[in-house]
């Protein structure tokens, strides 16, 4: 049986309507997800863009692979600049959130 990194993942700021307005979702990831490296948040970007996002317009939440500008990433609860960004290696009972702060007007 393949070990696996559970953790959890939410969206908030208008983000869980490209993920049909669930907000919160359990993923389970092999430990080896990552080209046998274990998975990164990197890694989970790229999951979550192929495997739980509904919304055809991955642009409002990735550009250029990247996480968009102005979309607030935390690691259990602290800024993931300080964690290492997208470098971050997931651990089971992590957290991330993922925080929209751009809003129409």
């Known amino acids: 049986m393949t070990e696996t990194v559970d953790i959890t993942v ?11 307005n ?3 979702h359990s993923v389970s990831l092999a430990k080896d ?5 274990p998975p990164t ?3 989970l970007v790229k999951y979550i863009c192929n495997d739980l996002m509904k919304d ?3 642009e409002l939440f ?5 996480v968009r500008p102005g979309i607030l990433v935390l ?6 600049e300080l964690e290492g960004e997208d470098k971050y290696e997931l651990a089971t009972k992590d957290t991330i959130l993922f925080v929209s702060t751009l809003h129409g007007g």
């Open 10 to 20: 939410e969206f908030t700021g208008g983000l869980e309507m490209l993920f049909d």
């Open 22 to 24: 669930v907000s919160k």
């Open 33 to 37: 997800a990552d080209d046998g490296k």
């Open 41 to 43: 948040v990197g890694y």
């Open 56 to 58: 055809s317009r991955k």
């Open 62 to 66: 990735v550009l250029n692979g990247n």
């Open 75 to 80: 690691i259990n609860d602290s800024d993931w």
